[in-house]
């Protein structure tokens, strides 16, 4: 082999070596752009994984804080429901306790203003005097009046045991069945609670 062939196959040596260097090269880039690729890949799958059970979370918390919200609206309305009912019981028990307190205190007056209304319809000749009594009749069921306290309906109405007291029984063509004939005694209320039933006589 002469020195021309020997140059040649090194230079065809050397060529050979660049093109493996190069072809080793493109294969190692191709190799790390593979793996950088299925990086990536499984970063996005990662995240989407990621995402999914964020959502998912994030659903499951606004399922669990909805039913707390409903549990405490609920709460809430049966606090303003009790405290509600405690008003109208408190104001009931405190109707009641006034119309029991007045109903008392009207009781002791009610004999008092019976002899006033007698001594209206007595006959008199003292007119001054008359006049006097009726004033303080008048003031009396005024008093009566402004506290609530009001008289029991009695003659030409039907009688009703709640609120009449029957002293005698009369057959009357005139009048309806049950029909109040006249009063002996008048009855008062305050409110729906009778202080004193009326004294009546009832028709047929």
Do not use: C, W
């Amino acid at each position: 082999m002469n020195n021309e062939d020997a140059k040649q196959n090194i230079n065809d040596e050397e060529i050979k070596q660049k093109e493996g260097s190069e072809e080793m090269k493109e294969n190692k880039q191709a190799n790390e752009n593979l793996n950088n690729e299925n990086v990536n890949n499984s970063e996005e799958k990662n995240d989407k994984n990621v995402n999914a059970q964020d959502i998912i979370e994030i659903k499951k918390e606004k399922e669990t804080l909805k039913i707390q919200l409903e549990e405490t609206e609920d709460r809430l309305k049966r606090v303003a429901a009790e405290f509600d009912n405690y008003k109208k019981r408190s104001n009931k028990e405190k109707q009641d306790l006034y119309g029991s307190i007045m109903g008392d205190v009207v009781s002791a007056f009610l004999p008092v203003i019976d002899n006033l209304e007698k001594a209206v319809e007595s006959k008199t000749e003292d007119e001054s005097y008359k006049q006097g009594v009726e004033l303080v009749l008048k003031q009396f069921k005024d008093v009566l009046t402004s506290n609530g306290v009001k008289e029991i309906e009695t003659v030409g109405k039907t009688f009703d045991p709640e609120l009449h007291e029957a002293v005698s029984l009369v057959v009357d063509e005139n009048l309806g069945e049950k029909e109040i004939k006249e009063e002996y005694r008048k009855g008062y209320m305050i409110g729906n609670k009778v202080i004193r039933h009326s004294m009546v006589v009832v028709a047929n």
